[in-house]
């Protein structure tokens, strides 16, 4: 995956077309549309003429991640393009990425090579303001809570037990634990508080599960933001607040349009944490793109583990989703790495540490089987991957009976015909009657799901369940939340809650520390080891390379 | 000012327009355009077509503010629909609203009645989503400072003289005082912080009196964020991230076209505070309004003691402007509170409470004077304002030489005949021969033109600095800052730094406490008195009230 262009000087060089033109060829009558500049667009589903949804979903999720990167939106995007390109009504669903990881080291999330979605500078900074917008929201509310508590506090919350925090869509290490409040009597009520990043607020999740404007109004009346002195849950409706924050949300749950640079549509709306919440690009994007195509491909966070599982258990629960197919994205170095192989000596052809490390992926494609989805892999090529380490995946892939086809997106795109083959086999795979199924039923206990999924999925052999998790189960029973699904907390490296054992451990056991009831979004997370909801930045942060050019083109994204 | 329609109705019963047809009217080349939804735009003044700034400037200003409310942007607003009526070509420059006070309680601020910018919803809330951006730089600004830190502090930092602080655009009282970087040596270097309402941020103030993008750079590059160990100020240059924040704001220094009710087109862009900043809205919308208009109608914050002044010596003399004409507003409720009547008396008449509080507008009248500018006084009529009152208020103006009419923009509307005379005398004000001046030189002393400001405009015997402001003033001399104008923070409600002093007190002496360089948006703030650069909620915030109804309509915004 080297090569002379940066992503941001081949999205440049690349011929981007008016948005209302992608709009039009992909069905969105001209009141549906609302423009933000040329070549985005927000669509209004409530004035969308389009019949109801319809398209098949491919959800394109991955192997356990590395640092060697698996290319995930990549392949998303390139394997819609390709998709188009065979003649398939095909639009895509991702999520936006967060500002924060942009000005770190990250840089931007918007694909790569000659797979990436337009403007990826734009989508990259503010876009079109939906984050913004859920920053302000959450933030609206916490200051309503504080000032509820500070002018007599009627509701009774107990300062110590605010379990909602304020957000900044930033990388900001200094406002992981602060004290607000000081100051004396005029300045509020001291606290012992803390900032997350916005992506893991519970607003972006309801945001990403809300069906629509009215449903979100509902939703985040349900969120617990904390509990009184009597230990009883207070929630935004009891503040009142849930029509103020819908109407701070109001232009953004409308899904964004943006193109592919092979002009695939594309909708990039809403992007929560992987983690403590479901890692999907919102139901209200994603199901207006199946009112507006036939095949729909979207992605979710980290590995199958996490992400597929959570889209399935979670996203397509509420939404009374099923996809039809799922693309588990490799990559030789990614599974050499899963082999035991160091960072620094991946270009070294290996099969040994391939056959070691496929056993990762061996684990993950039978997960998807389990949701009654036939997998398909794609092995997302680098430069550096031999012939003789390619073919024996693909030999692999053929004796284990799951379609594989190699796939080099990043470097010749979709649009050219770098993804053909996979699309080829993802096509065929949609022609197959769908028997999606849930792993568990909504009626099992919490401690029951969240065994289900730790044995099922990750192969453990049982969960083990600290005292304050013990405890926090108890107070979900009582407050009557126990019917949610379960949300994992888990580190993407390995199927373990150790990210240090990567390939198919074997013989472990799953640590829950602690739960947190989501119960705007809809569900339990359930923590397993430490959990960054505020990221900081690195020695170098991305922002020294940053610029404008002097006429006002951006400079450094990557 | 009483009427059976709120804002919010008036506005959504207004016939709007597409932004393209006002655009196209206003001579917006298409390439220049950049739209958000149906009804906001953005133009881009490097692709406009159109000659170098020509208009004429119109600055609304008013008496010193009271609590019955003077209705400055309602007559801006007016004034210019009445000019378009009368058949020129005009353009109105206003400030954005900060969304804070819209939760909280101030409501909209886009005039109201029948002379506002449409839509108010949108503009009230993240309108093209500038706010954000200027907000996520700041924070930006500050992670990759507190990041320095933690990262070795090369620069050399000291924690306790970080004089930048971080921002949301919300009224958060708790946030006023706070600690950060808690938690152990993972988690940053605790320090004794703040936050402020992003209006109250230097980057705002930098925005608004940056002349391009360039411009823009340069000056976030000026900002001093704190002092070294050895008191040595620490710049955004010397963090080498002024490339970084100026790519967070590129998108937002295009000004934002919109419409008032009658189709006047009105540029809405940036709203620094007028206390610690210069409140008014951006340079680059004030000149690109007047390469597109023959008269553009803007507005300053406060009354004319602190906004117009300002206006004439800091922001005209950054961007070479030359006001024609200053529109003092006035009205028979405010001048009877000034002359000492209670404000639940206020809709009594009464001819000697206005004889006594007339002298607050003759100061301010005479004020404009001595910026070599004629004044116009704008009555701007209440419901309950008697003939008698308005009569009385005519003669004393016509004997004070001063040109004057009573408006009623808000209940007729300027694209109705309610500002037609007031129109009149200000297209005759314009005629004259330009003969503006500063009212001090760069070259005095920073002491001498806080002196000047004080006796010549607020009518002061002296001023008295605190030991730390004269500690300040010879920090200031040292760093080479004293060529800077200067920006009074002082209390709007009084020509004197004691806000319950109304009228045209005299005998008193004006009391700096203390002084911050702004040498990003260069200029001194001198602080007489406490600022609140933060805002609290009250006891039943406008939140309360907000919702979305079925259709997705805003509700309770006023």
């Known amino acids: 995956m080297t090569g002379v262009s940066s992503d941001l000087e081949i999205a440049r060089a690349a011929r981007i077309r008016p948005i209302e033109d992608i709009a039009a060829a992909a069905g969105v009558n001209a009141a549906a549309l609302e423009q933000y500049g040329r070549y985005k667009a927000k669509i209004d589903p409530a004035r969308l003429d389009a019949p109801p949804p319809h398209g098949k979903l491919v959800l394109v999720s991955a192997m356990s991640p590395t640092p060697a990167g698996e290319g995930k939106s990549t392949t998303t995007v390139g394997l819609a393009d390709s998709l188009a390109r065979a003649g398939h009504n095909v639009m895509i669903a991702l999520r936006e990425p967060s500002l924060g990881p942009v000005l770190g080291m990250k840089g931007g999330a918007t694909g790569g090579g000659y797979s990436q979605v337009l403007p990826m500078d734009e989508i990259n900074l503010h876009f079109t303001g939906d984050f913004h917008a859920i920053t302000s929201a959450?933030?609206?509310?916490?200051?309503?809570?504080?000032?509820?508590?500070?002018?007599?506090?009627?509701?009774?919350?107990?300062?110590?037990?605010?379990?909602?925090?304020?957000?900044?869509?930033?990388?900001?290490?200094?406002?992981?634990?602060?004290?607000?409040?000081?100051?004396?009597?005029?300045?509020?009520?001291?606290?012992?508080?803390g900032f997350d990043i916005t992506v893991a607020s519970e607003i972006m999740a309801v945001f990403c599960l809300a069906t629509d404007l009215a449903d979100l109004r509902?939703?985040?009346?349900?969120?617990?933001?904390?509990?009184?002195?009597?230990?009883?849950?207070?929630?935004?409706?009891?503040?009142?607040?849930?029509?103020?924050?819908?109407?701070?949300?109001?232009?953004?749950?409308?899904?964004?349009?943006?193109?592919?640079?092979?002009?695939?549509?594309?909708?990039?709306?809403?992007?929560?944490?992987?983690?403590?919440?479901?890692?999907?690009?919102?139901?209200?994007?994603?199901?207006?793109?199946?009112r507006l195509a036939d095949i729909v491909v979207t992605e979710a966070g980290f590995g199958a583990d996490l992400g597929a599982e959570k889209f399935m258990d979670i996203k397509a629960r509420i939404g009374g989703l099923a996809p039809s197919a799922v693309v588990v994205v490799a990559t030789v170095r990614a599974l050499k790495m899963q082999g035991g192989v160091a960072k620094d000596q991946l270009t070294r052809p290996d099969v040994s540490a391939l056959e070691a490390g496929v056993e990762n992926l061996r684990r993950h494609v039978h997960n998807v089987e389990k949701f009654g989805v036939t997998p398909v892999v794609a092995i997302n090529r680098f430069a550096t991957d031999t012939a003789e380490e390619l073919d024996w995946l693909l030999a692999w892939c053929a004796a284990e009976g799951v379609p594989a086809a190699v796939a080099d997106v990043w470097g010749r795109g979709g649009g050219g015909d770098g993804g053909d083959e996979l699309a080829g086999l993802v096509a065929r795979a949609l022609e197959a009657p769908n028997k999606f199924r849930h792993l568990y039923a909504l009626e099992l206990s919490v401690e029951d799901k969240i065994r289900t999924i730790a044995q099922e999925i990750y192969g453990a052999d049982g969960v083990d369940f600290s005292v304050p998790a013990l405890k926090r189960l108890a107070d979900i029973e009582r407050n009557g939340w126990a019917g949610l699904p379960v949300c994992m907390a888990k580190t993407q490296y390995s199927f373990t809650d150790d990210a240090t054992r990567l390939g198919a451990p074997k013989g472990f056991t799953i640590h829950v520390r602690d739960l947190l009831p989501k119960t705007g979004a809809g569900f339990i997370v359930a923590l397993t080891g430490a959990v960054m909801t505020m990221p900081g930045l690195p020695a170098v942060p991305a922002a020294l390379r940053m610029d404008v050019d002097p006429d006002g083109n951006p400079v450094g994204l990557t």
Chains 1, 2 share one sequence.
């Open 218 to 290: 509902e939703r985040l009346g349900r969120i617990t933001f904390g509990y009184t002195y009597e230990r009883v849950p207070v929630t935004v409706a009891d503040l009142g607040v849930q029509g103020a924050l819908a109407l701070l949300l109001k232009e953004a749950v409308k899904p964004n349009l943006v193109q592919t640079i092979a002009g695939t549509p594309a909708l990039v709306h809403g992007g929560p944490f992987a983690n403590i919440a479901h890692g999907c690009n919102s139901l209200i994007a994603t199901q207006t793109a199946r």
């Open 138 to 193: 959450n933030n609206a509310l916490m200051a309503l809570v504080d000032n509820h508590i500070y002018q007599g506090n009627a509701l009774n919350i107990d300062p110590r037990r605010v379990t909602f925090k304020r957000v900044l869509d930033m990388n900001d290490r200094a406002l992981r634990e602060v004290v607000i409040g000081l100051g004396g009597p005029a300045q509020g009520v001291p606290r012992q508080d």
